[in-house]
C-alpha cells in the first residue's frame, strides 16, 4: 500500500510529490505521519501538490457545501453505492478524520513546509501546495 510504499523511498528522492483525493481518508494521526514521510522524500526545495477534501475553515460553509453534496449522493438510483457514499461522508466528517482547510496548513507549516497555499477551492475540494525549503534537510 501506499504507506509502506512511501516509507521504503529514500530521503531527498523527488522533486515534486502530489496527492490526489487521499489524504482525507486518513485518521489525523496518520496523515500527519505520512506528511513527515512526503516532507523526508522531497528534495530541498521541492513541490508537494494536494488536490483532496479539504472543507472550509468557516463552519457555516462546511455545512452548506456538506448538505449540497449530501443531496447529491441521495439522488443516486443504486441504492448500495448511495448507501457507501453516505457512509464514507460521514466517516470523513468525524473529528478525528475531518480535514480542515486552516487546520490542514497548519499542519503543513508544522512539519516543515512553507509558501503552504491554497487554490481553486470548489465546494469541499481545492488544491494546497507547499514547498520544502531549500535548506532543509528529511
Request: positive net charge; aromatic residues 8%.
Amino acid at each position: 500500500d501506499g504507506i509502506k510504499w512511501i516509507k521504503m523511498q529514500p530521503e531527498a528522492k523527488f522533486d515534486v510529490f502530489a496527492s490526489g483525493n487521499t489524504l482525507h481518508n486518513f485518521l489525523k494521526q496518520i496523515r500527519k505521519k505520512l506528511l513527515h514521510n512526503v516532507f523526508r522524500v522531497l528534495k530541498p526545495g521541492g513541490l508537494f501538490i494536494i488536490i483532496d477534501k479539504c472543507q472550509s475553515s468557516n463552519p457555516k460553509q462546511r455545512q452548506i457545501d456538506y448538505a449540497n453534496q449530501i443531496s447529491k449522493i441521495k439522488k443516486l438510483k443504486n441504492k448500495e453505492l448511495k448507501k457507501a457514499w453516505l457512509k464514507h461522508y460521514e466517516e470523513d466528517n468525524q473529528p478525528e478524520r475531518i480535514m480542515i482547510s486552516k487546520e490542514f496548513k497548519k499542519t503543513l507549516q508544522k512539519v516543515g513546509f512553507v509558501d503552504v497555499q491554497e487554490s481553486d477551492r470548489k465546494n469541499m475540494y481545492c488544491i494546497i501546495t507547499a514547498i520544502k525549503p531549500k535548506g532543509a534537510s528529511s
